[in-house]
């Protein structure tokens, strides 16, 4: 991909980002975004934006928009990453049991009346889950493409029992109401902190992720071939799973279990820029963030005042998509 189609992409997610903040009951335009912004930056001393309106769109409608960019980036991301560990095209950043780890430390915590720490039990629970796997996995002889998707498959079934378990036994309510509404992935109610939350895990993981794309590239020979390119094959594996592990536990923390971003953007950016990973990942992440940016808008207009779950848009949207890229991918091959 062309440096000029990555500037596209960024102009494309900005003016996404300005106008996903203008949807919704108050009729706030562009030029009002701008303004607010620039003014609680320092930039304009006095706004000339009502203060009820400020509010709108500084405390409640863009700290929205940023997590959704974050958490559509990370787990297209993570998505591409794993898809290449794993030499699996059907692998998603939920691979290993993360979110089902994450739906049993998020319910939980709320059945329990915790509801202020769900994102804490999220992230906790997707680390257990990464833990287990990988231990078992070490248990089978080591950690291998195919050993590390048969972990993940047995630990997420066990997470997703208990978390069954818990619901049946425990969650009447308002607790039920809270956990479908997180089980099905939502980012309402997202905060500036939570916006800090994802975008410190993007920089935090995403730098390392996209340097390692020659590793990555490497990883499609197996890993022999792998190896005898000057690959450390097993430590770059090791901490390619833990970043992926880190990014996708925060972004389910903060969003819930939103499912098919980190499985069909991937695809379908390869089809566009290839498989080489120093293009492709920088290009899923925009992407991904672009793609969840308007699933969420989708998800809080389309029905307003009702809020669908983005988790019911993603799917909507992403299975027709990922059955066309599976065609697509048939008539290459």
């Known amino acids: 991909m062309h440096t000029t189609a990555f500037a596209a992409l960024w102009l494309l997610l900005l003016a996404s980002a300005v ?3 203008t ?8 030029a009002e975004v701008w303004t607010t912004i620039l003014h609680h930056l320092g930039l304009i001393p006095e706004s000339p934006v009502s203060r009820l309106r400020d509010a709108i769109v500084w405390d409640l409608r863009l700290p929205r928009v940023i997590a959704a960019l974050g958490v559509g980036a990370g787990l297209a991301l993570a998505g591409a990453v794993m898809q290449a560990l794993t030499r699996n095209p059907l692998a998603d950043p939920y691979l290993l049991g993360l979110s089902s780890g994450a739906a049993l430390g998020a319910v939980a915590l709320v059945v329990v ?8 039990g999220a992230f906790i629970g997707s680390l257990a889950a990464l833990g287990l796997a990988l231990a ?28 069954s378990f818990i619901i049946f036994w425990s969650a009447t309510g ?8 997180w089980l099905m992935g939502s980012l309402s109610g997202s905060t500036w902190i939570d916006a800090a939350l994802v975008a410190g895990a ?21 890993d022999k071939a792998a190896a005898s390119l000057g690959v450390d094959v097993v430590r770059l594996r090791w901490m390619l799973l833990l970043a992926s592990a880190l990014l996708t536990g925060i972004m389910v923390a903060i969003g819930g279990a939103i499912g098919f971003v980190g499985l069909v953007v991937p695809h379908a950016v390869r089809l566009a820029v290839g498989s080489g990973h120093r293009r492709l990942l920088p ?10 940016l ?22 909507l949207v992403g299975a027709p998509a990922f059955l066309l890229i599976l065609m697509r991918y048939r008539r290459i091959t």
């Open 19 to 21: 106008l996903a903040v």
């Open 23 to 30: 949807f919704g009951p108050a009729d706030i335009n562009p």
């Open 113 to 120: 009346g915790l509801t202020a720490f769900v994102p804490l």
């Open 136 to 163: 078992v996995t070490q248990v089978l002889g080591g950690t291998t493409p195919v050993r590390a998707i048969l972990a993940g498959i047995s630990i997420s079934a066990l997470a997703s029992a208990a978390t």
């Open 174 to 181: 308002d607790s039920y109401r809270e956990i479908l509404s």
């Open 202 to 222: 993007i920089m935090i993981c995403a730098p390392f992720m996209v340097l390692s794309a020659r590793g990555l590239d490497a990883f499609a020979f197996g």
């Open 283 to 292: 290009a899923t992440m925009l992407v991904g963030a672009i793609f969840m």
């Open 294 to 315: 308007w699933a969420d808008t989708l998800a809080r207009a389309l029905f307003d005042p009702r809020e669908l779950p983005v988790g019911i848009v993603t799917a």
